[in-house]
Nanobody, 115 residues
Framework: QVQLVESGGGLVQPGGSLRLSCAAS????????MYWFRQAPGKQRELVAI???????DYVEFVKGRFTISRDNAKNTVFLQMNRLKPGDTAVYYC?????????WGQGTQVTVSS
């Protein structure tokens, strides 16, 4: 059974930082591409960052230079380091992967950027 468990969200002031973690089980993590999505209230879920099994990363334009995705294959964990946070980054952040024709999601972790 595939499980993705996010943690690390919280309330932070504009300009602050947070580091999200997603612990994965039930998959061959080192061979899996991992994704971070987010969903703000009243908006559709949107892709934020990708890290392939090779370690190659990519980001959507609005987080480039501020967010960094990384992975620790020994711990089956993917991270999202978020710096210079803005109120517009407020959302529930979800970890995602796929395999055998299925998509898997974590339960999400709330990030609130507010003064």
């Amino acid at each position: 059974q595939v499980q993705l468990v996010e943690s690390g969200g919280g309330l932070v002031q504009p300009g602050g930082s947070l580091r999200l973690s997603c612990a994965a089980s039930g998959i061959i993590f080192s061979e899996s591409a991992m994704y971070w999505f987010r969903q703000a209230p009243g908006k559709q879920r949107e892709l934020v960052a990708i890290i392939l099994s090779s370690g190659t990363t990519d980001y959507v334009e609005f987080v480039k230079g501020r967010f960094t995705i990384s992975r620790d294959n020994a711990k089956n964990t993917v991270f999202l380091q978020m710096n210079r946070l803005k109120p517009g980054d407020t959302a529930v952040y979800y970890c995602n992967t796929n395999g055998a024709g299925r998509e898997y999601w974590g339960q999400g972790t709330q990030v609130t950027v507010s003064s």
